[in-house]
């Protein structure tokens, strides 16, 4: 399974090469951008375009015709991800410090797990949908959360004030040890979400 892992990085080392120049851009001309916006961006790169570079090369036939199991090759999506998320997050904290771009270990910590959520989120959905649509698919989404988040944050605006209230009221080692084992139970859900879609899913 190891090797799974590592095929996604021996793929991808072209395009890795362009992280560094991209990570510089968002320094020198993105002052505009958050600490945490730049760190998940960067991060979800490798699992996300992984997962695309698969589908658009007709992968999963090969990698069905190996001897791994589709539980295995949905545990090296997702342990892949846990290992690729932390790497990037270091090598981007790395360069933007040498950039003299301000950040703080906690935003490091949160574009992290709000990377990890990401991918929770997508990866069932994109077992789910059929080859040669993810793209639209994407787009859909994003206009759908550029129209939505804003009316349903207005929404439960009342209930967010009183959520804001308890997340206040709570230490500060409270609330990140309640965060990641919110975040692992999400990720440990959508692993099983995935695994059953995949053996399920025809080739």
């Keep these: 399974m190891l090797n799974l892992i590592r095929k996604d990085l021996i793929i991808q080392k072209k395009q890795l090469l362009m992280l560094l120049p991209l990570i510089a851009i968002f320094a020198i001309f993105g002052e505009s951008f958050s600490p945490i916006f730049i760190f998940s961006i960067i991060s979800v790169f490798i699992p996300m375009n992984a997962y695309i570079y698969d589908e658009q090369a007709g992968a999963d036939f090969l990698l069905n015709s190996l001897p791994y199991t589709r539980k295995e090759i949905v545990a090296a999506r997702y342990l892949g991800s846990i290992f690729y998320i932390p790497v990037t997050i270091a090598i981007t904290a790395g360069a933007l410090y040498l950039l003299q771009f301000h950040f703080t270990f906690k935003e490091a910590l949160i574009a992290a797990m709000l990377s990890l ?30 129209i939505l988040i804003p009316r349903l944050a207005g929404f439960f605006s009342e209930y967010l004030m009183e959520l804001n209230e308890l997340l206040a009221s709570l230490t500060q080692v409270t609330l990140y040890t309640g965060s990641a084992v919110l975040l692992l139970l999400v990720y440990l859900f959508s692993w099983g979400a995935s695994t059953i879609v995949y053996q399920r899913k025809k080739f």
Excluded at 126 to 145: D, E, H, M, Q, T
């Design 117 to 146: 959520l990401t991918v929770s989120i997508f990866f069932p959905l994109l077992y789910l949908i059929k080859p040669g649509y993810i793209g639209v698919a994407v787009i859909i989404g994003f206009v759908a959360g550029v």
